[in-house]
């Protein structure tokens, strides 16, 4: 009898699905070539959301079977912000980290700390390693935005991320 109430939740949801692909193919020779654009990419933005929800509920179900966390450093601890709020984890693996945030967090591939790492450390200014930070999240991670609220590089949050980077983070050339 169990198996009978995720059956009717599945053949529901399949209905509505086929429901809502009826009504889309009625819509698309309506659509001039700007609209069909405009649908694609959205398909694709929520695909892309889609992937990055189940990478991070696999994350809080890998992190909620194992208490212990580790550091970019490992078996450093977790590092954390100045003020508290940001923290960074490393995965046992080493393979992906994660940005918290009060109650959210982004997953960052191991490339991709890489990236954020050369950028907090190389050479300039607080204010254009900030601001290169924040054109980093812009192009190539909006996500990010919707956890740690940053409006442009003069931002508060964005200033302790950077510290949190060059604090606990160095990148090693060939390494």
Known sequence: MKSKKPAAATAQKDAEKESLVKELRGLIPKLDSEGLAFLVEQAR????????????????AANAASAKTTSIKRGKG???????????NGSESGS???????????MFSRDE?????????????????????????????????SVVPMQDKFSDHLKALAVLLRKNFRFREGG
């Open 96 to 106: 992906s980290y994660y940005l918290y945030y009060r109650n959210g967090d982004v």
């Open 45 to 60: 933005i929520h695909l892309y959301n889609m992937q990055v929800e189940e990478l991070n509920n696999a994350a809080i």
């Open 78 to 88: 977790a590092a954390k912000a100045e003020d508290g709020k940001l923290r960074i």
């Open 113 to 145: 700390m890489t990236c954020l790492v050369k950028i907090a450390n190389a050479p300039g200014t607080d204010l254009e390693i900030r601001e290169r930070l924040y054109n980093w999240f812009e192009r190539e991670r909006k996500d990010v935005f």
